[in-house]
């Protein structure tokens, strides 16, 4: 579903000099149809650059970025975003914002109202339906702008760092919502994260990513049953190994 071919990604230089700076080098990635993969990697390592590129937020400065077998050149509604802000209209309500990409495709009202009203059931947001983002928590405001996501049917999610910002319990909450969600849909599902407790608990497969510029340092397939228990030994002992690949230790589980 998403091939990364011999991407690299350069800035320019602050100063307008000749030395740009390079963000990633040399990265190959495949991404098959239905997989939940999480982007692993410390602040800095070009995490969101590469879902950047996918989105088509972003140009590679070479290689190339394919999306069921298309190049990507630009932003389209088989990939749908989610940002660590959900970025909500705060004039509209929740169902006017979850509407909002739907009315700009020219879908009729009636349509409308019955996809919205679905996608807000499925992130579970019944009966907030009118409440304006500046009554919802935090958790609830992340729930909407899933369902803004959602509601367009998009062939990926592309998820930056989408729980980073709250609380433990409210992340939690929503990892086994977005689950449920996969679980059902099996939309393929590319998630950037810096935590690795998150990545053991959702992923497939994870690909961790080193420093600037030295692209993907590993990669662990996460051979746990579903549904994990957040407590087991099986789980504690990949989010080891993770920690332990992070920290530039072997790793048996790494190929």
Known sequence: MIRLENIAKCYPAANGGPDGHVV?????????PGELLCVLGPSGCGKSTLLNLVAGFIRPTSGRVLFA?????????????VFQDPTLLPWLTVRRNVEFGLRAAGVPAERRRGLAAE??????????EDAYPHV?????????????????????????????ALDANSRERLQDELLGIWQAHRRTVLFVTHHV?????LADRVVLLGPPAAGIRDEMTVELPRPRDR???????????????LDGMPCCLCR
């Open 69 to 81: 077998g298309r190049e990507v050149a630009a932003p389209g509604p088989d990939r749908g975003v």
């Open 24 to 32: 990633l080098r040399d990265v190959s990635l495949a991404v098959a």
């Open 197 to 201: 407790e998150e990545a053991a608990y």
């Open 136 to 164: 919802l928590s935090g958790g609830m405001r992340q729930r909407a702008a899933l369902a803004r996501v959602l509601v367009l049917r998009p062939e990926a999610l592309l998820m930056d760092e989408p729980f980073g």
């Open 231 to 245: 407590d087991g030994d099986a789980l504690r002992r990949v989010i080891r190994q993770l920690r332990a690949c």
């Open 119 to 128: 996608a807000v059931r499925l992130v579970g947001l019944d009966g907030f």
